[in-house]
């Protein structure tokens, strides 16, 4: 069965200066050797070291998958050039001609995935035995998942469709670029499976009557700024925000 490596974990840290965008990058590996996302560029050495660390370098990667095309989840992909990179045909068509208003689709994405084998993929799709496409839009028009049987259990691994635990229990996306009520029944499809969730910016976890159970405890380690730093200012539990739903999003269209 195939096996889900984390990478790099992602994160939701926030600060009122700008996004710091720490996403999940992982790696599934069975009869083949699959990448999930690649991160953005200020993890770019980070990510090298950490396949380094498991004998490894972008050489050694079969497959991309790209959950979806937003900045912080897309950087690294050229990295592996040698490796096809798997993407919702609606993603890759927005991301040649994103809506002015989306400021996580620059209008140099779709310069970047042309610089790659791109195959474009749907529900179903079959990346190797026992990992397989499953289609999540909402928060951006072809956001993608995947499901993978491994030996402990079904795992969902979704990106940006469930950002965080947080996410899945209010069944709201913060971030609708798209459509909200596809994303809203895409966290739903989600949760209601019980699988093990890889969400974009958060660890493992699951949800059990109600609650969430972590696969792994949160790990970092911040420099350069403490509680005894002027100015700086700590938040632990901020309170949930309302849906940001990009303006003009009614008037998008692929056709």
Same mark, same amino acid.
Request: charged share 25%; net charge negative; glycine share 8%.
């Given at each position: 069965m195939?096996?889900i490596?984390v ?5 939701s ?5 700008g996004?710091?965008?720490? %996403? ?7 009869e ?7 991160? /953005?560029?200020?993890r770019?050495?980070y990510l090298? +070291?950490q396949?380094? +660390? =498991?004998?490894?370098t972008p050489?050694d990667?079969?497959?991309q998958v790209?959950?979806h ?7 690294? %992909?050229?990295?592996f050039e040698? +490796?096809p990179?798997?993407?919702h045909?609606?993603?890759l068509r927005?991301?040649?001609?994103? /809506?002015?208003?989306? #400021?996580?689709?620059?209008k #140099?994405?779709g310069a970047?995935?042309?610089?790659l084998?791109?195959?474009?993929? &749907?529900e ?5 035995p026992g990992?397989?496409?499953i289609d999540?839009?909402g928060h951006s028009?072809g956001?993608? &998942?995947? !499901?993978?049987?491994t030996?402990e259990g079904? %795992? ?6 469930i /950002?965080?635990?947080a996410v899945?229990l =209010?069944g709201q996306?913060?971030l609708?670029? #798209?459509? !909200?009520e596809q994303?809203? +029944?895409s966290?739903? =499809?989600?949760?209601?499976?019980g699988?093990?969730i890889?969400?974009g910016?958060?660890?493992p976890f699951?949800?059990?009557?109600g609650e969430? =159970? ?19 200012r ?5 309170p949930?925000?309302e849906? #940001?739903?990009?303006p003009g ?7």
């Open positions: 195939p096996r490596d990478l790099m974990e992602g994160y840290v926030g600060t009122d200066v996004i710091i965008g720490f %996403c999940s990058v992982l790696l599934i590996e069975g083949k050797r699959v990448l999930f996302d690649s991160a /953005h560029v200020g770019r050495t090298l +070291a396949l380094e +660390a =498991r004998g490894l050489a990667i079969d497959y790209l959950s095309a937003h900045w912080d989840h897309v950087q690294n %992909c050229d990295l040698g +490796a990179l798997l993407v045909e609606r993603e927005y991301a040649h001609r994103p /809506h002015p208003n989306d #400021w996580a689709t620059p #140099w994405t970047i995935l042309d610089l084998e791109t195959v474009e993929v &749907g179903g799709y079959e990346v190797m990992c397989r496409v999540l839009p028009p956001s993608i &998942g995947l !499901e993978v049987e030996d079904l %795992c969902l691994v979704v990106g940006d469709a /950002h965080n635990a899945a =209010r996306n913060p609708i670029f #798209w459509n !909200e994303a809203a +029944a966290i739903r =499809r989600c949760v209601q499976s699988a093990l890889y969400p910016h958060d660890q699951w949800i059990r009557n969430v =159970r972590y696969r792994s405890e949160f790990r970092m380690t911040l420099t350069g700024v403490g509680p005894n730093k002027p100015g700086a700590f938040v632990e539990n901020p949930p925000r849906p #940001w739903i990009m999003i009614e008037e998008q269209r692929l056709d």
